[in-house]
């Protein structure tokens, strides 16, 4: 069993320094491509969008306020959920609304928005103080949009703004492949960010948990230094920054209990909302990659058009691009856009090219849990020029022990994932459901001698759960 702090909502060391949790399981995978701790402020992205797909509960066809062609300020209302019409949905930049893209059965897919050179911002003249009531400071997140920075756990869906969650869950670190830096996007931010912690800590009945980075990194002073929050160090291998992972440390989601989550730049984003009276989505993106010529981080807004973000970063050809890390992120092209919740653009070779005599023959090191190539023996100071190559087709899904080697949670997943496939709704509850989203996975996934699609499997589980109404 790993270390849980047992509902401890004062876990932390007689000294008053945060508690770290040491975490045995879990697999780094470390690739080439790692974008230098500098911000290239000069990229220049002309479209961005919004894409309701992003926002998992959302009805497919959210009612329209606006038309295309129609001038729209950055943090004006785009659409609304009709299932909650309270909820709005706002543009990340201001600029000309030039298509309404559609798919299966005209579901809204993107609203697409030519951006101004100059930004220009719907802005707020009355900004509720933190001394006015929950109601008041929720019923203020729907209008001003920003209550889709909210995920609600479990199951990652938007946020029910008919219930107050018991805590809410940062993770101030990211421990996947090739992640952004966390202390270089909140750098120059420190206001923002601590603002966004004071509006949190008034939103829940519980507390503000804050991942902190205890593997031995610098931790920037905006968050080792926060105020208003529980803070609880993790130490261990990739999946330690995943904030599922955390939860289930600090405080587990039992039955019927609702939590929320945000990324540092959706706390950022609230918190400027509350100083400035503007809805700024303003993002630091990491492109990353072996197949990019120049790794780098850039300044831009949520939605950027992927093809304008590489645009000069000497992609190289037969690559795939990936709007978040290798692991749990979504395969997109040029003319696609960067999911509202990534801060990362992965670029890898396609793995396409075919292999001779496949695991037979002498291979170069390869990132793998397992110990049959030499690189598994020794891991340590591995860094892989990786491909998209699984290396072995669809087999037979056997219990092979894998994924709770590299899981730190007290689950038993492939128990989990084989109840989903036979849709055993009662055991699909009993082992955990409530606690892993697709990210919580991945790292299964990508260990898997099945080569099963786990974070597939994983999200329909999810949605027959939601139909069932548990």
Request: aromatic share 8%; hydrophobic share 40%; charged share 25%.
């Amino acid at each position: 069993m790993e270390s849980r702090i047992a509902e401890a909502p004062t876990a932390v060391s007689p000294e008053g320094e945060p508690l770290v949790v040491k975490l045995r399981r879990g697999f780094d995978v470390h690739l080439y491509g790692e974008a230098p701790k500098k911000v290239h402020a000069e990229v220049s992205v002309n479209r961005f969008a919004v894409q309701a797909p992003n926002y998992l509960g959302l009805a497919p066809m959210p009612k329209l306020m606006v038309e295309v062609g129609q001038h729209v300020l950055a943090g004006e209302a785009l659409f609304f959920d009709k299932n909650r019409p309270n909820v709005l949905f706002v543009a990340p930049v201001s600029g000309e609304l030039i298509a309404v893209n559609r798919g299966e059965r005209r579901a809204i897919q993107e609203l697409v928005i030519l951006a101004d050179k100059a930004i220009q911002y719907h802005t707020y003249d009355k900004i509720p103080s933190l001394d006015a009531s929950r109601e008041e400071l929720f019923a203020f997140l729907q209008e001003s949009g920003a209550w889709p920075l909210f995920r609600q756990r479990p199951y990652n869906l938007l946020a029910d703004p008919d219930a107050v969650p018991r805590d809410i869950f940062i993770s101030t670190f990211d421990t996947a492949p090739l992640a952004p830096d966390l202390n270089l996007v909140v750098s120059g931010r420190e206001a923002a960010f601590q603002k966004g912690l004071d509006v949190l800590g008034k939103l829940t009945t519980g507390k503000v948990y804050l991942g902190l980075d205890a593997r031995g990194n610098a931790v920037s002073s905006a968050f080792s230094q926060a105020r208003g929050v529980q803070k609880v160090g993790f130490k261990g291998k990739h999946p330690a920054g995943n904030v599922g992972v955390q939860i289930h440390h600090i405080r587990p989601i039992r039955s019927k209990e609702k939590v929320w989550t945000l990324g540092v730049q959706e706390v950022i984003t609230l918190g400027t909302l509350f100083l400035e009276g503007k809805y700024d989505a303003s993002r630091i993106v990491a492109l990353t990659g072996s197949a990019l010529e120049k790794p780098t981080y850039v300044s831009t807004y949520a939605g950027a058009n992927i093809g304008d973000l590489l645009k000069n970063q000497g992609v190289a050809e037969n690559s795939r691009i990936i709007s978040g890390d290798v692991l749990s992120g979504k395969t997109k092209t040029v003319e696609q856009f960067l999911d509202v919740y990534d801060d990362q653009v992965s670029v890898i070779p396609e793995g396409n090219e075919y292999e001779m005599f496949g695991w037979l023959a002498p291979q170069s090191a390869r990132p793998s849990t397992s110990r049959t190539f030499f690189s598994g023996i020794f891991p340590f100071g591995w860094i892989y020029n990786a491909t998209t190559n699984t290396r072995g087709e669809k087999r037979a899904f056997v219990v092979t022990g894998q994924y709770e080697e590299v899981l730190p949670m007290d689950i038993y997943p492939q128990h989990l994932l084989k109840a989903i496939i036979t849709n055993d709704i009662e055991k699909i509850e009993g082992l955990g459901i409530h606690e892993v989203v697709e990210e919580d996975l991945a790292l299964c996934e990508f260990a898997c001698t099945s080569k099963q699609p786990l974070q597939k499997i994983l999200r329909e589980g999810i949605d027959m759960m939601i139909k069932e109404g548990l």
